[in-house]
């Protein structure tokens, strides 16, 4: 594999120990706003943040669960989502933490004048206000920044990738990913994106066949050898 043209990122999990430590009490206290009994616990979170994506979509399910009519779930999900979305952008992003060695990846990168991008699940003011917060001297090395607002990542529908790519203007093979999950990863490859998997502790035992490498820190990463084209993906073919 050749120097890669453009480096896409995840957030959430990938730049980020976000859900944790940002979604997780962001969630929180919007049900406590809107009068739920409900609060989440981190093992429970975890355990949802693999079975769907989308908080709006965790909490229909609970909701669900315990006895919500579909009525009365799809009006609390509606008032749920721009309260917590709020939250997380005004109060609980500042309380998320980086990764650790991710910002001296992403200064290595932007140094040797790769581009980078970011597609996310996330809405896209929380992924800017994340920036700006934990990565001041980054937030505009970007470019471009897709989140929820431009389309779907993941799932049968899932093409943010590919709009990713047209807006850069470049092939995919041209380009490498930084995921975190099975959801992300099979999003890239779906668009034929080499990528390279930085897992954590409640992504470490998904299925990430075929992925350049599968890292469980950013220590881990060459991105030195990224750099000097060290790395030979297997044939990725793309799955439609």
């Known amino acids: 594999m050749q120097k890669p043209a453009a480096i896409i990122f995840d957030v959430d999990g990938t730049i980020a120990d976000s859900e944790r430590y940002g979604h997780l009490p962001a969630c929180n206290e919007a049900f406590r706003i809107l009068g739920l009994p409900l609060q989440w ?48 952008i005004n109060k609980y ?5 980086l990764r650790t060695g991710v910002e001296a990846v992403i200064a290595t990168l932007v140094e040797a004048d790769v581009r980078l991008a970011i597609v996310s699940t996330s809405h896209e003011r929380q992924i800017h206000q994340l920036l ?30 590919e709009k990713c790519l047209d807006m850069l203007g470049l092939p995919a093979a041209d380009c490498l990913v930084f995921e975190d999950s099975a959801a992300g990863y099979k999003a890239a490859r779906k668009a034929g994106i080499p990528t390279i998997v930085v897992t954590n502790d409640y992504t470490a035992h998904e299925d990430f066949t075929g992925a350049l490498q599968v890292a469980t820190s950013w220590a881990e990463v060459d991105v030195a050898g990224i750099l000097a084209g060290k790395f030979q993906p297997q044939q990725i073919s793309t799955e439609k």
């Open 41 to 88: 616990e981190w093992p429970e979170f975890r355990q949802l943040l693999g079975q769907m994506q989308g908080n709006a979509n965790r909490l229909r399910h609970v909701l669900r669960s315990m006895g919500y009519g579909a009525a009365d779930t799809e009006a609390y999900v509606e008032a749920f989502i721009p309260i917590k979305k709020e939250l997380y």
């Open 93 to 97: 992003v500042h309380q998320t933490r």
């Open 132 to 161: 700006a917060t934990k990565l001041p001297a980054y937030k505009d090395a970007f470019q471009p920044v897709l989140g929820k607002e431009s389309g779907q990542k993941t799932g049968d529908a899932g093409m943010l990738y």
